[in-house]
Structures are given as C-alpha cells and as structure tokens.
C-alpha cells in the first residue's frame, strides 16, 4: 500500500494507520521539504518515535525493516517500510470486534451506576475466571490474539488486550513497559496506564493482579509507593504526556474524512492524505469497509445479516438486508444508517464523513 502525505502532520497520520492495520509492506512517498535542511535523519527520527508509541500495534510489533530514499532531483523522499507483528491484520480486525462484545458481556453483571473503581475490579475479575499467566516461549504468549486463542500467556499479551477492551467499558488505556518484581528478581515487564476519573493517567498491573485481592496501581499515593516497590519504568520516555498526545492523535484520526474515487477505486483519501490500496475499495456503489476501519483502528464483520462495525471504543450494529459480496456494502443502504458517520455521493466521489 502507498501514501502520499503533503504534511509533517500527514506523514505522522500515515505512519499511524498503516500500524493500525498492521500492514506488513507499505511506503510513504512525500516532499523532501517536510523534513528540513537533513530530510534524511528527520525523516528517520519520525519514523521511531512513531514505531515507540504507547499504542496497540507497537506492542504487538516483532521487527521493521525500513529503507530511506531521497530523490535530489524531483525534490522527495520515499520510505519503504517492511514490519511484522505477533498477528496478522484480519485477526486483529476480529480481536477489535470481539473485544466489544466482551465489554458487553462485563457491563452486564455491573450494577446501575457503576463507577471507575468497580469497572477496573470487574474487568480484573474477568481476566482472573478466564486467563492464567503461562510462558512456553511461543511468540503467541504475548500476543493478545494468542491470548484469547490459548487462554494463557504473559504480561504482554494481558496489557494489550487490556487496551483492545477497556475503552468499549468508558476506560481509555494505554501501554507501558519496564520491570517487574517477581518476589526473587526483576525482569522485563509490561502493564497499562489508564484515564482516571481524577483527569490523570494511572498505572495498574493486570498481570500482577491475577494473583492478588486487589489489582496493584498508583490511584492513592499510598497505592503509588506500593505500586513503585514492583516496578521500574523510563517515566520521562513514558510520561503521561505522551499518552495523552498519542490519545489525542488516535481521536483525531478517527474523526478524519473519508474520500473514495469512482474514476479509480484503488484510491482513497483520508484526512487530507492520498493513498492507493493494493485492491480495490470502491465498485458499483458500494464500499468494502474492512481496510478503511482497520487504517483508523477499527474493525468490522457480518454476523448474519447483521454488520458489526467498532470504531474509537464504540460498536455499531447495523441490519443489512442486501448480501455482501468479497466484502463490499452499499453505500446508501449501510453507511447512511449507520450512525458512525454520514455519506454522500458527489458525482464520481463517495464523501464519508466519521463521528468521533
């Protein structure tokens, strides 16, 4: 898949919907001007700083292998990246729907009124009944996938899962990794940092929390000191600020406008930023969801004549009367109904409008 970013906000807005989508080839050709007097190492700069974000496909990458070239002569740089995580694309697609329907299944043994403290207790709760914390040395041991597949795996897996599911039950979460204390030594490990009530991030311990009454965290300054006595972790690489900026950069995403050509249904258009699929996403009126909603960390599948669609924490489920074929639906039937954001046709461009 290629993008053409025309801006520094647009390159970034790229890099972060092909990991979204977990794609495993793609490039990003843009002007060579984006980047300053050394296009060369900012380029190279923007593009590790995007790859150590605190997000859901970061935790799940194994390797990239990325290639810099800049063009003196038409004035650009292409950037060619080659990367592999633990899942492939579509199983994550189906993870993100799922994910909403475990939220579901948790909300409904919540009371009325139920607040932050008795959700994170809920979920916990729900983790401890289904999961236990086993390491084989299989890459699916920190996989979320792997981890809903097997029921068992490591601190990895556990704290991106977390991240999938929380924000369906009104928690947004991120991830965080350092050490741990096992009670004889400390290792590699990896939890969550979740938005509180109080209008600050905080970090709680999942993994930690299979084997303990309460979930281990930094609510109370009490909690916090405990919290500390079992972890260790880089707090100026991993500060709240930037889990507050990558939050905001993944809403912004989801807000953007959607833009498909009839002339080329290979070509779409998202917030401003050009790109051509390796098929196509537009025919006949219809529109073939699945690539669109996995570039902006959404997911969406057929359950019967049923679309569930999942997009920024909210799920969507909209009937569906005419068949879906190799993936498309029609454009005025599902998308105008659906409430997860608004299309219209103008002349040979599909306009798709997202609700953030």
Not at 301 to 308: A, N
Request: hydrophobic letters at 40%; one cysteine or more; proline letters at 5%.
């Amino acid at each position: 898949m290629k993008f053409f970013p025309k801006s520094a906000d647009g390159f970034l807005s790229a890099m972060m919907m092909a990991e979204n989508a977990l794609l495993r080839d793609f490039s990003l050709n843009c002007p060579a001007s984006l980047f300053g007097a050394e296009p060369m190492e900012s380029a190279k700069k923007a593009v590790k700083s995007c790859m150590t974000l605190s997000s859901f496909p970061c935790a799940q990458m194994l390797k990239t292998n990325t290639r810099y070239v800049h063009d003196f002569a038409k004035r650009t740089l292409t950037v060619t990246v080659n990367a592999r995580y633990m899942s492939t694309g579509k199983e994550v697609n189906d993870l993100r729907c799922i994910a909403a329907d475990i939220a579901e299944s948790i909300k409904r043994g919540l009371p009325e009124n139920t607040d932050f403290f008795q959700v994170i207790a809920a979920y916990q709760s729900w983790l401890k009944r289904f999961f236990v914390y086993k390491k084989t040395g299989a890459t699916r041991d920190h996989a979320a996938v792997g981890l809903l597949q097997t029921r068992q795996g490591v601190c990895q897996a556990i704290a991106a899962l977390s991240m999938v599911i929380l924000p369906h039950l009104g928690i947004l979460a991120r991830y965080v990794c350092g050490e741990g204390y096992s009670g004889t030594d400390w290792g590699p490990h990896a939890w969550n940092a979740v938005w509180a009530p109080n209008g600050a991030w905080h970090q709680v311990d999942f993994t930690f929390g299979l084997h303990r009454k309460t979930t281990p965290n930094t609510f109370t300054l009490r909690d916090d000191l405990s919290f500390r006595e079992l972890h260790r972790w880089d707090e100026v690489a991993q500060s709240p600020a930037l889990f507050q900026n990558v939050q905001t950069l993944e809403n912004r995403l989801q807000a953007k406008t959607v833009l498909l050509f009839a002339n080329n249904p290979f070509k779409a258009e998202i917030g401003g930023v050009p790109m051509l699929f390796d098929e196509p996403v537009l025919q006949n009126g219809c529109v073939r969801l699945l690539p669109l909603l996995t570039l902006l960390g959404g997911g969406c599948e057929l359950l019967e004549d049923m679309l569930h669609i999942v997009l920024g924490g909210k799920t969507h489920r909209i009937p569906c009367g005419t068949p879906i074929s190799n993936g498309f639906v029609p454009i005025n039937e599902v998308l105008a109904q659906s409430g997860f954001c608004t299309a219209e046709q103008r002349g040979g461009m599909v306009v798709v409008k997202l609700k953030p």
